[in-house]
């Protein structure tokens, strides 16, 4: 999640670098492996972890979340995007937009994958088992890096990937299932 210009940013309050948690180098390597992601839809300079990422002090876009945003012909891909997690609503939201909208050649073969905590009381959460693709329920809880000047601390939360592709109209649902990602699974060896 972007650090560097919080005030500007609309999802979380001003300067709150708590919003500012990094992907830890041990599950990036895993989703990387297996989707290849080629965009980083919430990040700045110092914690990118794909070679075309969105927010401040970026050279596409500074966020990805604003009314006027378009995509870059770089994303063509599949979308990787950690946000803070104070408000997840407005992020599942864009995914679901960027790939039932994004060109429709592009949309038919992107993913849009969000790290989210395990809310399932919200809307958001519900938004995403009625239009995401699938659910991964995250096993353990990774353990993400703290933001300079943040404590680092252990995650106490459960959390969940949420992957969005275009999917049928008449789609029943995301598939939700727990992911031993750690023993380097993917979809096809559910546990």
């Keep these: 999640m972007n650090c560097e210009g919080m005030k500007e940013h609309p999802m979380s309050k001003p300067d709150d670098r708590r919003q500012c948690w990094q992907t830890p180098p041990d599950f990036w390597g895993v989703i990387d492996a297996e989707f290849n992601f080629r965009v980083d839809a919430a990040a700045n300079k110092s914690n990118a972890l794909c070679g075309v990422w969105y927010g401040p002090g970026s050279a596409w876009a500074e966020d990805a979340l604003a009314d006027n945003f378009q995509w870059s012909h770089n994303a063509a891909g599949n979308i990787y995007c950690n946000p803070g997690f104070a408000n997840l609503s407005p992020w599942c939201k864009r995914a679901y937009e960027t790939v039932n909208n994004f060109g429709s050649a592009v949309a038919l073969t992107c993913s ?12 958001w959460w519900a938004f995403c088992v009625q239009h995401a693709y699938e659910i991964r329920l995250l096993a353990p809880r990774p353990q993400f890096i703290a933001a300079p000047g943040i404590k680092q601390s252990s995650n106490s939360h459960e959390n969940a990937l949420v992957i969005f592709r275009r999917v049928p109209r008449n789609w029943p649902g995301a598939m939700i299932w727990t992911w031993q990602w750690k023993k380097g699974g993917t979809s096809d060896e559910q546990t």
Excluded: D, G, Q
């Design 112 to 123: 849009f994958a969000i790290m989210v905590l395990c809310h399932p009381s919200t809307k």
